[in-house]
Nanobody, 123 residues
Framework: QVQLVESGGGLVQAGGSLRLSCAAS????????MGWFRQAPGKEREFVSG????????MYADSVKGRFTISRANAENTVYLQMNSLKPEDTAVYYC????????????????WGQGTQVTVSS
């Protein structure tokens, strides 16, 4: 139905930046709210950021406010997560997700998921 593919992860030193991309294989990309989640070893998958179908409304976890920025380019079927001032605590596998309706923080509310991209921040 919807295939999501993340890219842009890698190894970066603390204080550095990365930009994650999520490409969607759907012709109705603008109909979905999009979210970024992350999961570190031994931890539950947690909400990072979300964006409404319009691109106007955005949400951020308290831990990333002021450092991460989510955006989308509907004509390109792509959502981005710009990550600045990275900390070792940001190390995780980052997942792109899609859902109908409004953006939510609960990962169980998202219907479509990418395979994840690893982000590792060295101390």
């Amino acid at each position: 139905q919807v295939q999501l593919v993340e890219s842009g992860g890698g190894l970066v030193q603390a204080g550095g930046s990365l930009r994650l991309s999520c490409a969607a294989s759907t012709r109705t990309f603008g109909s979905y709210a999009m979210g970024w989640f992350r999961q570190a070893p031994g931890k539950e998958r947690e909400f990072v950021s979300g964006i409404r179908w319009s691109g106007l409304g955005t949400m951020y976890a308290d831990s990333v406010k002021g450092r991460f920025t989510i955006s989308r380019a509907n004509a390109e079927n792509t959502v981005y997560l710009q990550m600045n001032s990275l900390k070792p605590e940001d190390t995780a596998v980052y997942y792109c997700a899609a859902k109908t309706g409004g953006t939510e923080v609960n990962p169980d509310s998202y219907s479509y998921w990418g395979q994840g991209t690893q982000v590792t921040v060295s101390s």
